[in-house]
């Protein structure tokens, strides 16, 4: 596959989305700009979480926009308290959810806590919030999801395959479970880790194995 063929699918996997270094700014006020009509938000960490939400519900038949759910990247896990300060009062009048990775669990609990939203205590109480916890993030959870054998199989559709067998003969990545490689290797360029977040998601749909953490998420603001 040369160059050409594979920016073509880099660019069609990204359809409908900013990339690069400010690409969660301008997804942020893009949501920010939908807010003020929304009947639900769903909080996550960052864009990939986004797009995997998005590309989950789209693959469900359900449109978010028509529903009035908006996908809100906060850009990071401690940007969580701050941002449920920010909504005020408007979080009584909106259905809340969210999803976190499982190292950020804690920081989502206190800041729940901290914004009179409830008391959770426990993952299950956080679930019962409508915030679901991925482990041991959305990577792991798609990687997972696909299988092994089904990652490198997308690697090899996108022409990447040849870039990823390069990371394993690393010294630091030679000789690891493949699963830890290719977390490694989609976690190496943020446009990469956007463009699988999009193409895991469709891969482990049609398996229907889409993660539990995005399925949950989905399911309570249905």
Same mark, same amino acid.
């Given at each position: 596959?040369?160059?050409?063929? &594979?920016? *073509? ?11 690069? !270094?400010?690409?969660? /700014?301008?997804?942020?006020? %893009?949501?920010?700009?939908?807010? $003020? ?21 789209? $693959?469900?038949?359900? @449109?978010? *926009? ?15 308290? &701050?941002?449920? /300060? *920010?909504?005020?009062?408007? /979080? ?32 299950? %109480?956080?679930?019962?919030? $409508? ?12 990687? &997972? ?14 022409? @990447? ?17 493949? *699963?830890?490689?290719?977390? &490694? ?11 699988? #977040?999009?193409?895991? /998601? ?10 539990? !953490?995005?399925? #949950? ?6």
């Amino acid at each position: 596959m040369d160059l050409a063929q &594979r920016r *073509e699918l880099a660019r069609r996997a990204l359809d409908g989305y900013d990339s690069g !270094p400010d690409a969660t /700014t301008r997804a942020l006020a %893009d949501a920010h700009a939908k807010i $003020g009509d929304a009947a639900a938000l769903i909080l996550v960490e960052g864009l990939s979480d986004q797009i995997a939400l998005e590309t989950a519900a789209a $693959g469900r038949g359900r @449109d978010l *926009e028509a529903e009035r759910v908006v996908v809100v990247p906060i850009g990071g896990a401690h940007a969580i308290g &701050r941002y449920l /300060t *920010e909504l005020g009062p408007l /979080t009584a009048r909106v259905r809340l959810a969210g999803l976190c990775d499982v190292r950020e669990e804690e920081i989502f609990r206190r800041a729940l806590v901290a914004a009179g939203i409830g008391a959770p205590t426990s993952r299950a %109480d956080l679930a019962g919030l $409508g915030f679901h916890v991925c482990v041991d993030d959305l990577e792991g959870e798609l990687i &997972r999801a696909v299988g092994a054998a089904g990652v490198e199989a997308l690697f090899d559709s996108q022409g @990447d395959l040849g870039s990823f067998q390069t990371l394993q003969g690393q010294p630091a990545w030679r000789g690891q479970e493949p *699963e830890r490689q290719m977390w &490694r290797f989609l976690r190496a360029g943020s446009r990469r880790n956007l463009r699988y #977040a999009r193409l895991l /998601t469709e891969a482990a749909m049609s398996r229907d194995a889409l993660p539990r !953490p995005l399925a #949950a998420v989905l399911d309570g603001i249905a």
